[in-house]
């Protein structure tokens, strides 16, 4: 995972929530909500790059039980002091490139980090997240659409086709952050060898993709 995009996480913790607040966005995170609380209903789930909980506590209230992780410590903290009521979620620091987890899941959740991986990169990450998946198991990644005026605008575009946007958190410190916007047909052609069942859920300000392992 790129340095400059743990340290922007680490340091955005205490405000990463602010941008669940967007007025236009409302109507969607209750649909998305609603979407992934149906998918995981009575599921074990192992859910990489947890961040501060927020999706964690929604998918809580369904799931039969959750391991979240994250590389960042400070997002964990953040994420174990929510309350979840079914007392069915435990947390662990991780790096999902770097982790052997003895243990294959039935399910996998993955939120918002699908536009953070280089394009280049992305058949390595799938085959890094079957891993991690029983062949079958159910397989869930949530990330945005591009939406001119609710998002942070495009800074630049690299030879490979990524994206980055400059991210100024409260402090004023600025970060260069890949943040890709894949269409429903990259994500399928990229999904092709790794996945069946590919269900593709398009939102106005997020996309969900739903699929069984290979």
Known sequence: MNKELITYYRNRAKEYEAIYQKPERQADLESATRILQQTFTDKIIIEISC???YWTQNIAKTAASIFATDINETVLEIARNKQYENENVKFGIADFNNWEE????CTLFGGFIWSHILLQDIKEFLTIINRFVLPGGTVVFIDNNYVAGSNTLIAQTDENGNTFQERTLQDGSAYMICKNFPTE???????????????FIILEYYWLV?????
């Open 102 to 105: 003895a243990n294959k899941y």
């Open 210 to 214: 739903i699929y069984h392992s290979r």
């Open 185 to 199: 047909n990259f994500v399928r052609e990229c999904l092709k060898e790794f996945a069946t069942d590919i269900k």
């Open 51 to 53: 961040g501060t909980g």
